[in-house]
Structures are given as C-alpha cells and as structure tokens.
C-alpha cells in the first residue's frame, strides 16, 4: 500500500461513515452498510496493494482496520451515548490492531508498537471527557487520522 | 414437548458417549484428520461449541451493558444455552489430547512441580480463558437467576455484565489465535478475531432463536441482528476469498444464501420457517469451522467424514439437548413451581416494548445533561475489583518477563515477551476481578445471606481445591509401573574400577545430579522438582543398602536402574557418590 | 419405576460402559507384546513404498550461513546443523532406511501407509533428504503448549516424549511437515523395534521428528567431558546416522560455529538453499548446490 493510497483509504472511511447512523434509520439500513462498507474496503484493498495481497501478511487486516477507523469517526455523529460509543469504536479499533499484531508476530511480522500504544492511550484519555464539544470532535478526528497514517 | 426434545437428546447422546469412548481409546486415529493439520473433528467441533457459548453472554451480558432491553427468559434461556455449550467446547479440546492424561501440563500453574506450561503458546491462553470464561458464566447466571429471590443482588448483574463482555469477546479472539498464528496456508489471516466472533455471534444467535422458538415464542430483535449478522459474515468471506482464493460454497449457501428468505413475510411468520432458518445457519456454520479445520477434507485421498466423527457430532448434539432441557425443566421447578415458563415474561408484544423504549430513550437523550466521567453506578461497584485484578494481571505479567534475565530461571531458554504474555492478561484481571466483586458483595456490602449450607459447600470446595494442589505439586512416581526396561548392554566384571565408575556416574547420573555430585540445576529445574540433597550425613543415615535400592528400582522421580546397571555398579556408584560429597 | 429414573439408570449404565471402555486391556496387551518384533525387510519395504509416493517438488531459496542462536541461554560456541549435497546425492534412500534404525522408527499399519502417513524423519522431497530444519526460530517451539518441543543450547530443536501431551498444534504449524504423530501403539500393534537400545521407542500419542542424533551427540560429550573435564566440547567427529550411511557423502554433519567442522568449511565454498517455506526462520539444516 503506497503511502497515497494509505491516506486515501483515510478519507474513504471519513466518507463512508457519514452515512452511518442516520437519524431514524433502520437496523436494517445500517447493518447492509456496515458489510457493504467492508465489502468496498476489500475491493479497495485488494486493487489497491501495490503488491499483491498474498505476499503482504500486513495488508490481511487492512479491511478491518478500515471499517474500525469507519466506525470512530461514525461515533461523532451520534445523538446520545457519544463518549460511551466513542470509547467502544476506539476500542474495537485498538482491538483489530492489537491481536492482528499478535497474529503477525507469531508468522515474523514486526508489530505497529506505536500505533498499538497510541490507540490505547486515546482510548483510555477519551473516557474522561465530559462534554464532546465540535472542537474536541476535530481535535478527535484529527488524532485518528494522524495515528491511521503516520504511526 | 421438553420432554420429548430431551429424550430425544439422550437417544443421540448413548452412541455418541460409545464414540467418545472408543474415540479416547483409540487415540486421534479413530476420527477425520486431514494430513496437514493433524487436528480434525474434535477441534472443529470445538470451535463450534465454543461459538454457540457466545450466545448466553453476549445476548445478556452486551445488551444489559449497552442498554439494550431483552426480557429475562430469554436471557436466561441465552445463559444456559452458554452453560451447556461450554461443557462440550470443554470436553473436545481434552480429549483430542494424544496423551489424555498429561492435559494438566497445559495450565500455567507457575513453577510448581518444575512443570512450565508454555505461556508463548495460543493453546495454553485458550486453557485460561476458556476456565475463566466458563466460571464467570455460571457465576453470571446464578446472579441472575437469585436476583429474582433477592433482589439486593440486581446490582451487581450489570457490573458482571461489563466484566463478561470484553471477556466473551476475549475468548473467541484466543480461539481464532490458535489460527491465526500458525504458518498453515488456509489459516492466514490477521483478520481473524473479528472473523471468528461474527461467526460466533451468528451461531449464537441463531442457537438462542432456535431455543426460545422451542419455548413458542419469538424475540423479532434477535431475529434481525441475525440476518444482519449473516451479511457482515459474507462480506468477511468475500474478503477471505479475495484474499485466499478459497471460498466454503456449501457454508455460504446454508448460513447466508438460505436466511435471507426471511424477508419473505409467509416463510418469516411460521414457526417452522424460523426454525428452519435457525438451522440453516447453525449447520452451514458447522460445516465451515469443518472445512477451516480440515482444509484437505474431501480431497482424494484424504478420508472422509466416518461413523466415529458422527458419534463425536451425535455426543455434542445429544449432550447439548439433554442437559440443557434437563437444567431447563429442574431450574423451572425450583424456581417457579411446576410453571412452564422459565424467568418471568410479561406478555407483551417484544417489538412494542422495542419501540416504546426506543421512543423514551429518545426524548430522554434530548434532555440528557452531561455525567461525570468515570461516575456511574457500575464503574463505582467495579472499582476496587477492576484495581486489584490489574494489579494482579501487572505482577503475573512482570513475573513471567522478568524471569527472563535471570540464569536458571524456568525460562532461561524460552524468549518471553509481552506478546506472548498479553492474550493472558485480561483473564486474570476479570478472574480476579470477579472473585472480589463476589467476595465483597457477600462479606462486604451483604448483599447475599450465605446459609449454611452454602458455607459448607464452600468449605468442602476449598479442602478439595487444597488437596487437589498438593496432590498436583507432590506428583506421582516419574516411570509408569508398566514401563517396560529394555535389556542393556552389561558394563564390566563384578570388580569394577574407579575410572569406570566414574565413566558411568557421569554418562548416567550427572546429567540430573551433576559430575561434582552438586545438582546440574538448569536440568532439574527444567524437567523434575528439585530432589533431595545429598550431603554425606544424609547418605550415611540413608545407608548404602537402601541407596543400592533406591538406584536400582527407583523413586519418587529417581527412574530404576536395575536391567541397566549390575548390583555391584550401583553399590560402586554410591560409594563413588559420597566420595564426591564429602569432596570440598 | 418412573421415567426419570429409568433415564437415570440408562445414562448410568452407558457411563459404566464408556469406563470399562476405557480400561487399559492387559490381557490384550500382554499378547500382543508377545509377537515377534518386525523383519528388517519390513522396514526396507516401507522405505521403498515411501519413496515411491514422495511428494516431487522442492522449492529451495538461497540463505545465508547460520550464525549463533539468538534465543537466551544458547551456547555461543556450538550450533549443529547438516547440509545435503544436492550435486552428490542420487535421492538413493539409504539415509532413510539409516535413519529409521537408528531411531527405531516404528512401521505404519497398511491403512496408514496407503494414505502416505509415515513415521520416518527422513523423508524424500524432490529427489532429496528432508528432515526437520531446526529452526533457530522455530514456530514448532512457539506454539507448544506444555514446552515439551524445544530448543538446547545447541541448537538442536529437541523433543521431550514424556511432556508431551499429544495437542499436535506443533505439527499443524511446521510449514514443511516434518513432525510426525504416533497415532498408534507401535509397540502393541508389533510395529516397533528397538534396534538401537540408546533410543526409547515412542509411546502413542506424542509427536516425533528428527533428533540430529541427539544421543550420539550426548555420548560423545560425557566421553568428551569424562577425559577432558575442563576443555570446550565442540563435537568434533561426531556424525548422524544418515550421514555415516550416505554412500556419496552427500549429508554433512557439523558444527556451524565452529570453523574446523566441515559443516563451516563447506558453507564457505557452497551456495546455501533452504525450502522457501523455512528460510525465513534460521533454520540449521540446510541444502548445497554449486559452487561460489
């Protein structure tokens, strides 16, 4: 995955996740989302390697990791249960990176040690904030992003 | 009609008890195993046990935490259904062992008996969880089955809940880990955890539709987070076909294809239509843990599905029906006479109490004003749990890094770090968690009245569990009583040399006790508890008879020598060794 | 008597049964143990019928010499590893059939045989010997969850029989299959003989792979350490089994840190391969082919 693409698959899932959670929508509505959203971060996956996916053991989770980050930046749009929701997407987020890693070490792979940590230190951190101003959604967006493509 | 179910779970569970038993006698040749993952159906049935385990927890568990409204009978319908999955997921693991007896080898009890079970190991993390796992459920659903009697317990169901919920999750991870980390072509995937805990929660809903559709009624919530259920998994399957070219045709039309005709309204109404669903996808499920587990299965030349493999099925299935609708009907009467019903229900329409509660909710979240963070009720009664269980899940984890430095540690040749350790870590911190939560809430806030009987049942289980420790930590004798000695070639005459004798100390004695007579630590350490010093007062108030006949037949973890060493070599051998200790 | 208890004595009567099942059959056993142990020509056989059905293809990548273990504990000095000449060997066999009396590697019922699951540690891929590579980071080892596969100082990948617990998950996870599973009783079923009494014969349910001649190994180092307490054993002049049988002195046997052992001095004239599936974990057991 060039570094391009990297970011690009950022703004994919920003884009997708605008669509979640609508007011008033249907369970149905947002559970075909969720597998149609993993079904495009695949396809997107899948042309998208630079190599093919087969010989690159880190791209496996790549889809995951997407629709995690998807989901963080659907909770921002929430109405109600925000920071608990927050903190669940942002768990489930560390939680695909974290035994994902596991499972690549065990077959030679180098573990995203920092990307690791940060999510569990942002996880942690957003438990504490009380109120979700829009500033602190930006800051919050801002941060997913930089750890998605930097770390 | 339970009657009748249960019946009909004993006929299927008699043979399968024969195939379980010929199955453990015969060893793992007696069932399907492919040639590449010497694994079979035993783990494939493992693995689906252990999903339908999810059911019970994660119906109750997740939605009590998050807020989601499901009546009590169905959760406690969902908890049992856990319960008894778990007995099954428990037995497979075990008796697919090659040696059945040594499972114990597996636990990670420390250093004790010099045993170290390999805590890099994904089984040795199943084994915790799965332990864990299974105690925090029945200790889950007797809270909520004695919250009805005495409701001062209520409180502690949702705490329990937050506890459970990471934790079932946790589970099914470690399991997709036994995957996930091998080098086995079809098992790649980092994806894996969140791929074997769609399937779980598909398997478990679909079992938990399947039960209450038996008890004749329906919850339609569950029904749809079925269906929405099955889509995420196809397009997880879709991924891992992408990706690895192999796609499981016949679990996909079972589990995805076939369910989707529940949006047709004449099939989604009837009874049988819904049951059918319900068993459509648990079959299509069983058939893909089949095919991940034996990936060469139906190959030419590999063997195919046999009479004991089905036995194995028959014993799970059977088992399943028969305990479940046996605790079923002996809980219902205890709990509430000789009544059908099992937990309370009210009566009312679940879709209208959905939307009722979502509408209030709705207008409650509009008038929400901020809460504290870290204030609610739960965390509050968590809080001292959660501390002591970190605390301890920080020192098991520093103890078994920080052995490694150390020469002569259990560890000195094993590279520990915390990736290895890491799956382990919440199990212990909810175990132990769990433990003081219900400490506190019977000594602490009161909230139960042990009777009692409780506290000698709680006496009787402490002894066992001590007896049962020292038992495992005295060990039994280290050569099998059968154990056939080969002839040995015979060393020399009856007079034997010092340079022989020293020859045959140190090729057959100093490996364990050292060529100086001091113990070769790291060899005993890594494979024997320590044994008994042997300063020359102790030889000389043993006396070189009894130590003749100690070398010669043996004991404790000393192995005989006799067939192996003539009479006048072992007496050689004990004067030689107490010339070594009384060497400075 | 009412349903419930009839129930109650019919699951009664089935556990009864599934115990007595269970119970170790002495009178079987003690006649079976009294069959006369296998021909030698059964072994040769096997050999041969193996050989027959090995799988054809080898995919080697070239890897550099292995150096000093990087698991804690390891010797600095010693690291035993083989390599096979793949321009001297003729995929003869002769290593197997070695390797199998040395070993006492037990035969395979018919059932087994048929569908190719062997005991042998040696076994032909692509017209060449492959054993187990004792990785230095050998996932076998990783996964194991009593410990009973692990690693010795010296490099060897050893198997404790007795810790064993038979779970297999080490056999599912070497890539090149070299671990082998005794999922019969050799011994009752008059399959096994000792033919070297220095090596246990393996009960039913463990795992078991090539040893590099663990024993040789160890003899020669309480003879080494008997005469020479104070001095550095670098296994000098010991040879494995296949390697002492190999008519062309195509498998080398050695110590690849020590550089008077002709492992090393091979390794610096030679290009080194290993199967692709295990160059990437250090492995100690590897192919030569052309010349640098």
Redesign the interface.
Known sequence: MTPLLNAFACLLALGCASFLWRKGSS??R???L???F??LF??FT?FGASDT??TD??L??Y??RMLALCLCFSTTSL???R??YLVLAQALWC??E???????????CD?ACVRIAALAGITFGS?????ISREMEFCLMVFWMAVWVFF | MFRYLMLAGLALFLPGLFALGYAVLEGPSAWMTDSRTFWGTPIALFVFWIGLAHAGTLLSAIFLA??IKLDRRTALIAELSTLVSLVFAGIFPLMHLGVVENFYMVAPFLDARGNFANVRSPLVWDFCCIVVYALLSLLFFTTHLKARVVPALDRYCKPMAWLLFPLV?WVH?VV??DF????VPEW???????YFIVGAILSGLALVNLLICAEGYRVRLME??Q???S??L???W??DL???GYFCTSAFIFAVLLPQFRMVAVIRESRAGRIFFSLSILLGLFLERFYLVSPLAGVPGEPGFGLVDLGLLAFSLGGFMMLFYAARSLLNESMEGAGTYFGEVDGSDMANVEESERSR?KTH?LT?S?????SSEEYKTLRLPLACGFSVALLFVLWVCAQLPFVGSPYENVEVIL?NV??LSYPVIAFVAALVLACKAVWVDKAVELGRNSYVALAVALVALAVLAGMFYAGGAASRPDAVIAEAPQYGSEIVDSAHVQFVWNARCAQCHGVDGRFNDKFIREYYPVPQKLDVARIDSLGLDSLVNVVLDGRVNMNPYRGRLTESEARALVVYMRSLAEAP | MDRREFIKSCSLVAVMGLLFGCRKSELLGDIASQFSVPELKRFEDEVKLAMSRAKKSLDLVRVSAPGPLKIPGASPVNRFGMAIDLDLCDGCGKCILACNLENNVPLVPAEDATRGRFMHWVEMRGNAPLMCAHCG?A?CE??CPTGAANHTPDGISAMMYKRCTGSRFCGANCPVHARKFNFNDAQSLGLARQFNKEVPLRDKGVMEKCSLCLHRLQNDRLAFKTRNPLSEWRGRGVKTACAEACPKNAIVFGNWLDPESPLARLAKTRILYAPREVA??DPSVVFVRGRR
């Open positions: 369970p149905y947002n559970g075909a969720l597998a149609g993993l079904l695949s396809v899948y996916v087969v053991p880190s496996e989770h889809p995951f109405g109600i249960y920071r608990r939680w695909v974290l035994f994902g890693a596991i499972a690549l070490y065990y077959r030679g573990a438990t504490f904030l009380s109120q | 998050l807020g999750l991870t997709s880990l996930a980390t091998t080098f790649r995937g980092a994806f894996f955890p969140v749809r987070l269906l929405i259920t889509w995420i196809c397009a997880i879709i991924w992408l990706f690895k909710e979240g929400l901020y809460i504290q963070p870290w990736v890491l799956p | 980071d996932p990783k996964v990437a974990l």
